[in-house]
T-cell receptor
Framework: GESVGLHLPTLSVQEGDNSIINCAYSNSASDYFIWYKQESGKGPQFIIDIRSNMDKRQGQRVTVLLNKTVKHLSLQIAATQPGDSAVYFCADCSNYKLTFGKGTLLTVNP | NAGVTQTPKFQVLKTGQSMTLQCAQDMNHEYMSWYRQDPGMGLRLIHYSVGAGITDQGEVPNGYNVSRSTTEDFPLRLLSAAPSQTSVYFC?????????????FGQGTRLTVV
């Protein structure tokens, strides 16, 4: 069936480095994607979104890239900080529903 | 602003017991939803509501009931708890049907069924 998935379950980076978290999706009709951050013991928190008519969107220290040809999303975090340590989810939004991927655990080493 | 408030934060149930997980939001959001999160998995949609008096099933609705009598509240009921329902439950609300940018999540309810 259709699903949203992630390439790697864990990612470890050094403080100050850039982080790249990847996500693949299979529903070619998907037209809206969101990245969420979930810190331990908390609910997901919106980071950034992108619509299918865009290839790139930038926020504060974060950039999302969308490649519709290969059905791939990535979240780039610049100058990663210890506070960025969390699980990151991509989600496909359609018809009132969010379909989440399994998540990538980002660990930032000082 | 309280945002989305879930109660209780933790709960232990015996198999067969019933309980209601509470969710309330004070942002006048029309759309509310319930998710469960299991280890190593993303959130899965249980039920959702696009407004008072309207509810619909999500991906994993079996074993759960919901109602939406007011805009503010969206309780999730477990009629006969099973160990398979051990999970962390999240309630979310958003201003519009376009879930995402406006979506706010509660802090979660950690439920254990023994």
């Amino acid at each position: 069936g259709e699903s949203v998935g992630l390439h790697l379950p864990t990612l470890s980076v050094q403080e100050g480095d850039n982080s790249i978290i990847n996500c693949a999706y299979s529903n070619s009709a998907s037209d809206y994607f969101i990245w969420y951050k979930q810190e331990s013991g908390k609910g997901p928190q919106f980071i950034i979104d992108i619509r299918s008519n865009m290839d790139k969107r930038q926020g504060q220290r974060v950039t999302v890239l969308l490649n519709k040809t290969v059905k791939h999303l990535s979240l780039q975090i610049a100058a990663t900080q210890p506070g960025d340590s969390a699980v990151y989810f991509c989600a496909d939004c359609s018809n009132y529903k969010l379909t989440f991927g399994k998540g990538t655990l980002l660990t930032v080493n000082p | 602003n309280a945002g989305v408030t879930q109660t209780p934060k933790f709960q232990v149930l015996k198999t067969g017991q019933s309980m209601t997980l509470q969710c309330a939001q004070d942002m006048n959001h029309e759309y509310m939803s319930w998710y469960r999160q299991d280890p190593g998995m993303g959130l899965r949609l249980i039920h959702y509501s696009v407004g008072a008096g309207i509810t619909d099933q999500g991906e994993v609705p079996n074993g759960y009931n919901v109602s939406r009598s007011t805009t503010e509240d969206f309780p999730l009921r477990l009629l006969s708890a099973a160990p398979s329902q051990t999970s962390v439950y999240f309630c979310a609300s958003s201003y519009s049907q376009r879930v995402g940018t406006e979506a706010f999540f509660g802090q979660g309810t950690r439920l254990t069924v023994v």
